[in-house]
């Protein structure tokens, strides 16, 4: 069974950096073909992408609003994916939800619970 745990959601100020982990277990990082996603969900708003890499190749992919300034990474050997965020904005403030999807099986795909990011001074 696939579980998502998220970790490392809190209160930045404005400008400042934050690392989210997703701890995945279930299925190994190398043994698997899969989209590891990082997704968002603002008060108000509909959930959106934010950025993803495949397993296990690791080829990132980023939302507009992110890019440049997220980096996501993911260690094979510990099954986690990292969102590093940095130069932080009021507006990322969200939910986060790791998200996996397999790449081969249609339908296969998994939620994390989420965990809070806000940014404000």
């Known amino acids: 069974q696939v579980q998502l745990v998220e970790s490392g959601g809190g209160l930045v100020q404005p400008g400042g950096s934050l690392t989210l982990s997703c701890a995945a277990s279930g299925f190994s990082f190398s043994y698997t073909s899969k989209f590891m996603n990082w997704y968002r969900q603002a008060p108000g708003k509909e959930r959106e992408f934010v950025a993803r890499?495949?397993?296990?190749?690791?080829?990132?992919r980023y939302a507009e609003p992110v890019k440049g300034r997220f980096t996501i990474a993911r260690d094979n050997a510990k099954n986690t994916v990292y969102l590093q965020m940095n130069n932080m904005k009021p507006e990322d403030t969200a939910v986060y939800y790791c998200?996996?999807?397999?790449?081969?099986?249609?339908?296969?795909?998994?939620w994390g619970k989420g965990t809070l990011v806000t940014v404000s001074s």
């Open positions: 890499i495949s397993i296990p190749a690791g080829v990132p």
């Open positions: 998200h996996a999807k397999d790449r081969l099986i249609q339908g296969m795909e998994s």
